[in-house]
């Protein structure tokens, strides 16, 4: 039987297909069936029918959200600890990858702003490196020694201190940083005396002092970086205070330093070789060959930021999958709920009801179902994102993920993006079965049982 609706004078708008109260009724007729209760609905098919849709929905979304948030936090603290020690770009020699030893750039403080300012970088930096090796009485250990400039940015060094305090300015002196892998390697404590053996044409041999230990969790960081004063990394390679390594270049974020690299490139061609230290000296100098490179470009940063890329593929697959499965069973709710109002419909047609109206009766019915759905699917997801950044309960193994927690990160542009398009989705995929309203014949749907 019909239950009672309302007004069903209202039929006189309901069957007009072009007047403007025919949107109204299919809504307000949707809202109806949307909440009409009585006491056998428990015994219907389309109770459990619309539990399952709205939980496949929620889910679906849930599951979106959590993925895209675990997905764009996991490369966001990935690419915080690449820039925050190896900066977004880097100018060098390119003969510097072909050799143990760098090739030197002379870059005074001067060239230095002028390259920052050309290549529209925030901030810029010099600094020099040494290959090595620590030497203890039990172990020996091979390091990258890092020469820092007193313009070097040491904030996120700072924060990856784990024992000791970094030094400052003067402060350095014989003193150096080492990670917690060559700590341990070599059994190495704050406050220490090592010897670091230097070759090239002869062996140069320095005591240093550790000032702190840190790690960042990165191996291709953590198993090769010693850090020092750059006037002692300057003074190992007998360079001026001029020469340096190299310069690297901080922007804004990994989107504005990839649009920059064009003026970075260009910018890298006012460094130089130096000239020769005695005029009458015959040197011939092989041409210098500055470039820049991005993180995604330089050979020990490449492979890292690869795999971050990648894993924007494997986040729209899941979206795409989990959105799927919410339409599906959106599609199979509708089904029930089409099958079981059969009678209604028959009636609703025989009163004058157009098969266009009453498409998008079911659809607005879906579309409360779905809103409900998508509801839940945000307070399930934004909760379990909360409680995962106040408390961080899903741990993660440091060796293999770089970080020991899940991280997330999710922004309000992006979850109103997903919401939009779980349900755009979820709707489109309604129209399909919202098509077997006009299948239905009314007299014999009227005896339908």
């Not at 390119?94 to 001067?110: G, K, W």
Request: charged letters at 15%.
């Amino acid at each position: 039987m019909l239950p009672y609706y309302g007004n069903l004078n209202a039929l006189n708008a309901f069957t007009a297909p072009h007047s403007p109260p025919l949107m109204s009724f299919s809504f307000f007729l949707a809202r109806r069936f949307f909440g009409y209760r009585d006491d056998q609905r428990r015994r219907k098919a389309s109770t459990p029918a619309i539990h399952i849709a709205t939980l496949g929905v929620a889910l679906g979304l849930a599951v979106a959200l959590i993925s895209y948030a675990v997905v764009r936090g996991f490369q966001h603290e990935i690419q915080s600890k690449l820039t925050g020690f190896a900066a977004h770009a880097e100018v060098m020699d390119l003969r510097s990858f072909a050799s143990p030893e760098s090739y030197p750039l002379t870059v005074t403080d001067d060239v230095r702003q002028q390259i920052q300012k050309q290549s529209t970088a925030l901030s810029a930096w010099r600094y020099a490196q040494k290959i090595g090796v620590l030497k203890t009485e039990a172990d020996f250990q091979a390091v990258a020694l890092k020469g820092v400039a007193p313009e070097y940015d040491v904030g996120f060094i700072r924060s990856c201190i784990v024992s000791g305090q970094l030094p400052e300015g003067s402060s350095w002196g014989q003193k150096i940083v080492i990670s917690q892998q060559v700590a341990n390697a070599l059994g190495l404590h704050v406050g220490d005396k090592v010897f670091a053996y230097f070759f090239e044409q002869t062996v140069k041999m320095r005591r240093f002092e550790i000032a702190a230990i840190y790690q960042t969790r990165l191996k291709q960081f953590d198993s090769t970086f010693a850090l020092a004063d750059m006037k002692t990394v300057q003074q190992l390679n007998s360079w001026t205070e001029s020469q340096c390594s190299g310069v690297e270049l901080r922007w804004k974020d990994m989107a504005a330093g990839d649009a920059a690299m064009p003026r970075a490139r260009q910018a890298a061609m006012l460094a130089s070789l130096p000239a020769p230290q005695n005029d009458t000296a015959q040197v011939t100098f092989d041409p210098p060959q500055p470039t820049a490179l991005s993180l995604r470009e330089n050979p020990r940063t490449a492979g890292t930021m690869n795999w971050l890329d990648l894993l924007d593929t494997n986040v729209w697959v899941i979206l795409v999958l989990v959105l799927l499965v919410a339409a599906f069973s959106m599609v199979s709710g509708l089904l029930i709920l089409i099958l079981e109002r059969t009678q209604t419909i028959g009636v609703l047609k025989a009163l004058g009801a157009t098969d266009a109206a009453l498409r998008r009766t079911f659809l607005y019915y879906a579309a409360f179902i779905a809103v409900r759905g998508l509801a839940i699917g945000n307070g399930l997801a934004l909760a379990l994102i909360f409680a995962q950044q106040q408390w961080g309960f899903a741990k993660l193994d440091p060796e293999t993920y770089y970080i020991d927690r899940v991280p997330t990160d999710l922004s309000w542009i992006a979850f109103a993006l997903i919401n939009i398009a779980a349900l755009a989705l979820v709707l489109l995929a309604l129209l399909l079965p919202a098509r077997a309203v006009g299948r239905v014949a009314p007299a014999k749907a009227i005896r339908f049982e």
